[in-house]
């Protein structure tokens, strides 16, 4: 992790500061604006961000959208052709989907969420730009978070969002996937891409920016966590929609704990796919170990943070499972300060508090017919993953 001491991060807590924060800063928008996202939906949010960004490209501003093939699936071609006839460049990660088709790149998915304006400011979280919540639905928003960052941490973010950008203006020119996109298009995207960013390194936070993808760095975001883990001396507090961890993080969370340190897991309760039910199957172990379960259960818990010895914390897009730390392009931020990290902590808290406690009676207590059919489906899902990634463990 390439840390640096010179950066402003700001948590931002769900859609409700999130998408105002993006807003203003698209609206301020000079040079470029790169985002990328794994969904985006044409309701009332996206609708909102979509007319920001033409807006910008309506200024002269090179406006780079990146959106995943499969989590922006339903986005309408009506949308997107309004877009791109607005000047706003968009372009789909791995478009091509087919469910019946058992292929490892097929699922190697962009689920990072990361902006970059201006090479000013940042934003890096785990919220994707569509609604928090249904309004024909009575439950509360999404928990979510995300960062706005300033400071040398954006050196990172930059060559990162442009990287993936000219990769994937490369392939669109070499596959012809985007008919409508000239050649001009493509050009003036690559020549904002080397203006040299001017920092902004007025803050005084330690901050570093983590990313996963099936290059160079498959394992940065779970060795950021195995690291932390494997330091914390007293407490480890973990919010993750998606947990299922592998062995050897597994082993982590039982060492530290086996030390002393308090462990508190904050889970999703409402179950949306399988992979969460095999979950489960690894309660039993967990809470064996002293480790505290809680299920968030009022709205759905979309999080991906994590807080450790109130004083270093982790924002972003990974899950702690399979397919974000072995498949996924994943983007996090870790953040090395008390302040920091105790205001994430207190937000954390504030939902366990309104959350579930499983403890190993309540589990035993749960039915033999849910224990087992949670380790049915950890049973499934292992041999699915097994057999898509190689020489990788679950």
């Known amino acids: 992790m390439n840390f640096t001491n010179d950066n402003t991060v700001k948590l931002l807590r769900c859609g409700a500061e999130y998408f105002p924060a993006l807003e203003q800063a698209i609206e301020q928008a000079k040079v470029d604006i790169y985002i990328q996202t794994y969904i985006y939906q044409d309701d009332e949010t996206g609708i909102r961000i979509g007319n920001a960004l033409k807006n910008a490209a309506a200024r002269g501003v090179a406006v780079n959208l990146l959106l995943d093939g499969f989590g922006s699936k339903e986005l309408p071609d009506d949308f997107v052709n309004d877009l791109r006839q607005s000047g706003v460049h968009v372009m789909f990660y791995r478009p091509k989907i087919s469910p019946w088709t058992l292929q490892k790149r097929r699922l190697i998915r962009m689920h990072r969420k990361v902006s970059v304006i201006d090479s000013a400011i940042g934003f890096v979280g785990g919220i994707n730009i569509l609604n928090d919540s249904d309004d024909a639905d009575e439950t509360p928003p999404r928990i979510d978070y995300a960062v706005q960052l300033q400071g040398s941490i954006l050196i990172d973010m930059i060559d990162s969002v442009q990287t993936l950008w000219r990769h994937m203006s490369w392939m669109a020119r070499l596959k012809k996937i985007s008919s409508n996109m000239s050649k001009r298009v493509l050009r ?40 932390a883990i494997s330091g914390a001396k007293s407490e480890i507090i973990i919010a993750n929609a998606y947990f299922l961890p592998s062995k050897r993080f597994r082993k982590a969370l039982l060492a530290a704990t086996a030390r002393g340190v308090r462990i508190k897991l ?64 994943e983007a996090n931020v870790v953040i090395q300060e008390a302040q920091f990290a105790n205001e994430l902590k207190a937000d954390i808290e504030h939902t366990i508090h309104s959350s579930d406690s499983i403890t190993l009676e309540t589990w ?26 190689d020489n990788e463990k679950t």
Request: without cysteine.
């Open 188 to 227: 003036k995207s690559s020549e904002a891409t080397f203006k040299p960013p001017k920092i902004d390194s007025s803050g005084d936070t330690k901050a570093a920016f983590v990313i996963r993808n099936s290059v160079l760095h498959r394992h940065d975001i779970e060795i950021a966590y195995l690291q």
């Open 364 to 389: 035993e207590k749960s039915g033999l017919f849910k224990r087992f059919f949670s380790w049915v489906i950890y049973g499934f899902v292992k041999f699915f993953i097994g057999f898509l990634v």
């Open 266 to 329: 904050l889970l999703q309760g409402r179950k949306e796919y399988l992979l969460m039910f095999a979950t489960h199957a690894l309660y039993d172990q967990l809470l064996h170990a002293g480790i505290e379960i809680f299920e968030y259960k009022k709205s759905f818990l979309h999080s991906k943070v994590a807080v450790i010895d109130n004083n270093w914390a982790t924002v972003g897009s990974s899950n702690i499972d399979p397919l974000s730390l072995m498949l996924a392009n």
